[in-house]
């Protein structure tokens, strides 16, 4: 069994802080650290969001190179939580191979009366840079922010426009890359 977080409690405190950090902002690229151990799939900044933000009562999705008996056994273990079969009924999904990820509605994008009960992506890519690539507006940014993402297919940002026209309904994307993360929430506008 691979370790966990060394100090549960503040490690993953302090992970989410960063991932707030990065959902406060789109586009913000935020450090994180992760675990000294994780399974072969998963970049460490991916297994830290994942200690922090899964648990019993999150059902998780994960996509079929996230589905390892490695990755399984330590989500279990450490996260304790119910893993789905189904991407609709999942609140979390962990999508490490981003280029065959299921298109963006395939995910549960709440409901007018309950938007908050959507799914949230956990996206591992290869790279995040800040300052390129795709321009970024909306909540948390001041006046434009730039984002490139590399990993990820180009219907992505297509997929990403639609989901903000779905606004209140939609779901909140956490881009993960070796070490560090970037949010694009559902609130985010996404242009050239």
Same mark, same amino acid.
């Given at each position: 069994?691979?370790?966990?977080?060394?100090?549960?409690?503040?490690?993953?405190?302090?992970? /989410?802080?960063?991932?707030?950090? $990065?959902?406060? %902002?789109?586009?913000? #690229?935020?450090?994180?650290?992760?675990?000294?151990?994780?399974? +072969?799939?998963? %970049?460490?900044?991916?297994?830290?969001?994942?200690?922090?933000?899964?648990?019993?009562?999150?059902?998780?999705?994960?996509?079929?190179?996230? +589905?390892?008996? &490695? #990755?399984?056994?330590?989500?279990? /273990?450490?996260?304790?939580?119910?893993? #789905?079969?189904? @991407?609709?009924?999942?609140? /979390?999904?962990? #999508?490490?191979?981003?280029?065959?990820?299921?298109?963006?509605?395939? *995910?549960?994008?709440?409901?007018?009366? *309950?938007? =908050?009960?959507?799914?949230?992506?956990? @996206?591992?890519?290869? $790279?995040?840079?800040? =300052?390129?690539?795709? +321009?970024?507006?909306?909540?948390?940014?001041?006046? &434009?922010?730039?984002?490139?993402?590399?990993?990820?297919?180009?219907? /992505?940002?297509?997929?990403?426009? =639609?989901? %903000?026209? +779905?606004?209140?309904?939609?779901?909140?994307?956490?881009?993960? $890359?070796?070490?560090?993360?970037?949010?694009?929430?559902?609130?985010? &506008?996404?242009? =050239?």
């Amino acid at each position: 069994m691979l370790a966990g977080l060394a100090d549960p409690v503040l490690d993953s405190q302090r992970i /989410f802080r960063a991932v707030l950090e $990065a959902m406060a %902002h789109p586009g913000r #690229v935020v450090a994180v650290e992760g675990p000294p151990e994780t399974p +072969r799939a998963l %970049h460490r900044a991916a297994a830290a969001v994942c200690l922090a933000l899964v648990d019993l009562e999150t059902p998780l999705w994960l996509d079929p190179a996230a +589905r390892t008996p &490695e #990755v399984l056994e330590a989500l279990r /273990f450490h996260c304790g939580c119910p893993i #789905v079969e189904e @991407v609709r009924g999942a609140r /979390f999904a962990l #999508v490490v191979d981003a280029r065959s990820m299921p298109p963006l509605e395939a *995910y549960d994008g709440g409901s007018d009366e *309950y938007p =908050d009960r959507s799914a949230t992506l956990i @996206v591992q890519v290869a $790279a995040l840079t800040a =300052d390129a690539g795709k +321009r970024l507006t909306g909540p948390g940014i001041a006046g &434009e922010a730039r984002l490139a993402v590399d990993g990820v297919p180009e219907r /992505f940002w297509a997929e990403l426009r =639609d989901n %903000h026209a +779905r606004f209140p309904r939609g779901v909140d994307v956490i881009l993960v $890359a070796p070490a560090g993360v970037a949010a694009l929430p559902r609130t985010t &506008e996404v242009g =050239d």
